[in-house]
C-alpha cells in the first residue's frame, strides 16, 4: 500500500483512501467514518459555525439536527438507510448565519445547488459533503419487509447493512438475514420508488464525494473513498487531516475503476426503471386520464410543496395565492402551477411522494414533466451553480427560431 | 358573424380565449373588424399590457374554466413597446406548450402569433386558422362538464 498523504499535497480532483483516526468513529462509521471526521474537525477548528447531522432514536428513526457540539458530531457516524430526509430543505436564511456543513445524499447535495441558485443561502458559507447513494427506504416499508420477508420482529433489529445487492439485517443475537434487494422490490418494497430511478448515484456537485465504492475488499468498512471535487473540498479535507481527525492515502488504480463500473451499473439500472414506470403514461389521450385520476385524490394539504427542497417561494406562491378549488373542475390548478414550476428543477428526491397523505405517485408525476424538458434542454438540476435555470438560457435561444416562433402560419 | 345553429347536440363551438397586446394585436382586431374582414366569433378578447403578462395562471385557468384552446398574440420580435417582452413570452410559451403536452393535451390547443396593429387581414386569417384547428380537435379534455 502506497504512504499517507500530506494534507498540503490534497488537491482538487483527487481520489483517496481515507479512514478517522479515533477508533471509535471508525467503527460506528458506515465506511472509514471519514465524513464524520470531516465534519467534526471542521467544527472544532472553526472552519465552520455549525454541522446539520442526524440524531439516531432508533435503527429506523433519526432527525435533523444544527448542532456546534462536537461531540454530537461524532455520535452521528454511520448510514440510516431508512431515513429518507432531504436535509436541503433546513437551510434557510434563518437558520443559516455564518458557515454551516453537512453530509449530503445526491438528492440533498442537488437541493443545496438548486437552493443557492435562489439565494436562500451562499455556496461559499455551505459545505457539503456528499454521500454515494444507492437510494434509501421507508421506514414504514421496512417494518413491513421485517415482518412479512424476514419474519423478524423490527424491535429485535441490532443493525442494518447492504452488501452486494442483498439488505442484511442484523438481530440483537447476533444473526445476520439477508435477502436480495432485486427480490424485496419485486413486492414492491426495498429501496423507494424515486430512488430506484435517480439519476445521480455519486454526488459530484458535491464539495467532497465519499462512499465505499471502490474501497478494496479487504479494507472494507474500514476505509471512505474519497473524490475532492472544489476547493472547498481540499479546505475541509486538509483541515481534517493536519487536526488530526483523519488519514488520507491514494488509492491504487483498480480502486479508482471498480468504483466508475459499479456507478456506471447503478446508473444503468436506473434508466432502465424509468423506462418501466414510465412507459405507461406515454400516450397522449391516456396520459390525461392517468393524471387526472392520480391527482383526484388530492385533498390540497400542500404539504409536498411545503416539504420540496427545490420550491423556495415560501409563503406567497403562485400555486396557492391563485388556486381555487371551485374553478379545478377537472385538475387542481395548485398541481399544474407546480409542475410547470418545477420542470425546470424538480430533482426527484421523492420527498413529495413520501408526505402525501392521499398516496399519490407524486415523484412519478414530478418527474413525468420535469424529465422530457430537462432531456431537451440537457439540463440537469442541482449538479452546477454556474448553470442558470434555463428560464435564462433560452432567451438567447429565440434568435435562432424559425418564424420568430410563431405556431399557426 | 355567429354561426347559425340548427340543433343543440351539434351546437358545440371552438370557445378561444385570445390575450391580445395593447400595442399591436388589440389594434389589429379592430383593423379586422374596420376592414370587414370575415371571421368566426370563437375568440374571447383579453387585452394584456404586453403579451408577456400572460401567466402560466391565466393560461391554464382559461383551460380550467372550460377554454377549448389558448391564443397569445403580441407584436413582432424586435417590436416589442417595452423592448424584449415578446421574447419572454416567447420562452414561456414553449414551457407551457411543453407542459400541456406532457399532460396530454393536444399542443394545438396553445397558439402564439405576432400580430401587428396594421395586420387587420392577418388577425382575421389567424383567428380563421386556429379556429379551424380547434373544431378538428373537438372541445378540450380540461372543459369542466356542463359548460358549452
Ligand atoms: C442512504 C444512503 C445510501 C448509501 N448508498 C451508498 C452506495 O450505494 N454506495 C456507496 O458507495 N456509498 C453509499 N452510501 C455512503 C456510505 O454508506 C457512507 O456514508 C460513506 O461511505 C461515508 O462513510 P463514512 O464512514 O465516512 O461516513 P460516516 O462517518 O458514517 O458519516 C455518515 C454521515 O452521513 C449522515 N447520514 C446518515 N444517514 C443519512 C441519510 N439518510 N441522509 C443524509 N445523511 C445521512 C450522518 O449524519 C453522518 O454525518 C450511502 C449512504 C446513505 C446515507
Ligand atoms: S433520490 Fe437518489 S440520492 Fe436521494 S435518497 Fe434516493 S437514490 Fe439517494
Ligand atoms: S417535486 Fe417532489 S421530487 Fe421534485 S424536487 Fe420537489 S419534492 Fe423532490
Ligand atoms: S401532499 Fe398529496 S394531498 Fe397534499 S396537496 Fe400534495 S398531492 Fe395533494
Known amino acids: 500500500m502506497s504512504e499517507l498523504k500530506v494534507a498540503a499535497d490534497i488537491k482538487v480532483g483527487d481520489k483517496l483512501l481515507g479512514w478517522a483516526a479515533s477508533e471509535d468513529v471508525r467503527s460506528r462509521g458506515a465506511s472509514g467514518g471519514l465524513v464524520t471526521a470531516v465534519l467534526a474537525a471542521a467544527l472544532e477548528t472553526g472552519l465552520v459555525d455549525r454541522v446539520l447531522v442526524l440524531k439516531k432514536v432508533s435503527e429506523f428513526e433519526a432527525y435533523p439536527v444544527f448542532t456546534s457540539d462536537v461531540q454530537e458530531v461524532l455520535e452521528s457516524a454511520g448510514s440510516m438507510h431508512s431515513v429518507p430526509v432531504n436535509l436541503a430543505r ?65 424491535e429485535e433489529i ?106 456506471k451499473v447503478m446508473l444503468g439500472m436506473s434508466e432502465k ?45 403562485k400555486c396557492t395565492a391563485y388556486f381555487s378549488l371551485a374553478d379545478s373542475h377537472k385538475m387542481s390548478l ?12 424538480c430533482i426527484g428526491c421523492g420527498q413529495c411522494e413520501d408526505v402525501c397523505p392521499a398516496e399519490i405517485p407524486l415523484t412519478r408525476l414530478y418527474q413525468r414533466f420535469a424529465v422530457p424538458v430537462q432531456k431537451e434542454y440537457r439540463y440537469l438540476p442541482g449538479m ?22 410563431c405556431t399557426c402560419r | 358573424m355567429e354561426p347559425e345553429k340548427t340543433e343543440i347536440s351539434k351546437s358545440w363551438e371552438p370557445r378561444i380565449v385570445m390575450f391580445c397586446c395593447n400595442w399591436c ?14 371571421q368566426p366569433a370563437s375568440m374571447r378578447i383579453i387585452r394584456v399590457m404586453c403579451s408577456s403578462r400572460v401567466d402560466p395562471v391565466h393560461v391554464f385557468s382559461a383551460f380550467l374554466e372550460g377554454a377549448d384552446a389558448v391564443l397569445i398574440t403580441g407584436c413582432h420580435l424586435g417590436d416589442c413597446h417595452y423592448i424584449n417582452g415578446n421574447e419572454k413570452t416567447l420562452v414561456k ?24 396593429a396594421s395586420e387587420g387581414e392577418k388577425f382575421a386569417e389567424v383567428v380563421r386558422m386556429v379556429t379551424e384547428q380547434v373544431r378538428q380537435l373537438g372541445p378540450s379534455v380540461l372543459k369542466p362538464e356542463g359548460v358549452a
Request: charged letters at 30%; a negative charge; aromatic letters at 8%.
Open chain 1, 90 to 154: 433546513y437551510l434557510k436564511p434563518e437558520t443559516c448565519s455564518g458557515k454551516t456543513a453537512l453530509p449530503a445524499k445526491p438528492c440533498d447535495a442537488r437541493a443545496v445547488v438548486e437552493r443557492v441558485k435562489r439565494n436562500v443561502m451562499s455556496s461559499e458559507d455551505t459545505y457539503v459533503i456528499g454521500l454515494n447513494c444507492g437510494g434509501t427506504m421507508h421506514p414504514e416499508k421496512v417494518r413491513k419487509m421485517l415482518e412479512t420477508i424476514y419474519r423478524l420482529d423490527p
Open chain 1, 158 to 263: 441490532a443493525g442494518e447493512e447492504i452488501v452486494k445487492g442483498k439488505l442484511v439485517f442484523f438481530t440483537k443475537d447476533g444473526k445476520e438475514h439477508a435477502v436480495p434487494i432485486d427480490d424485496l422490490e419485486a413486492e414492491d418494497l426495498g429501496r423507494r420508488d424515486s430512488c430506484r430511478y435517480c439519476q445521480v448515484k455519486i454526488p459530484t456537485n458535491a464539495d467532497l464525494a465519499c462512499g465505499n465504492w471502490g474501497v478494496p475488499g479487504d479494507l472494507a468498512e474500514k476505509v471512505t473513498f474519497v473524490e475532492v471535487m472544489t476547493e472547498k473540498g481540499v479546505e475541509l479535507l486538509r483541515n481534517t487531516v493536519s487536526a488530526g481527525f483523519a488519514e488520507v492515502m491514494q488509492p491504487d488504480g483498480k480502486s479508482i475503476s471498480a468504483r466508475e463500473k459499479v456507478n
Open chain 1, 273 to 317: 426503471r424509468k423506462t418501466e414506470v414510465f412507459a405507461p403514461i406515454e400516450n397522449g389521450k391516456e396520459r390525461f386520464e392517468y393524471f387526472r385520476k392520480e391527482l383526484e385524490n388530492c385533498i390540497h394539504c400542500g404539504a409536498c410543496k411545503a416539504v420540496c427542497p427545490v420550491c423556495t417561494c415560501g409563503e406567497d406562491s
Open chain 1, 334 to 345: 395548485f398541481h399544474m402551477v407546480r409542475f410547470l414550476h418545477l420542470s425546470d428543477s
Open chain 1, 384 to 405: 452546477s451553480d454556474r448553470t442558470p435555470p434555463f428560464f435564462a438560457l433560452k432567451l438567447e435561444d429565440n434568435e435562432d427560431k424559425e418564424g420568430g416562433g
Open chain 2, 25 to 38: 394585436s388589440y389594434a389589429g382586431a379592430d383593423g379586422a373588424g374596420i376592414g370587414r374582414f370575415q
Open chain 2, 93 to 116: 410559451f414553449n414551457f407551457m406548450r411543453s407542459m400541456l403536452k406532457e399532460l396530454g393535451l393536444e399542443e394545438e390547443r396553445l397558439q402564439l402569433n405576432w400580430i401587428s
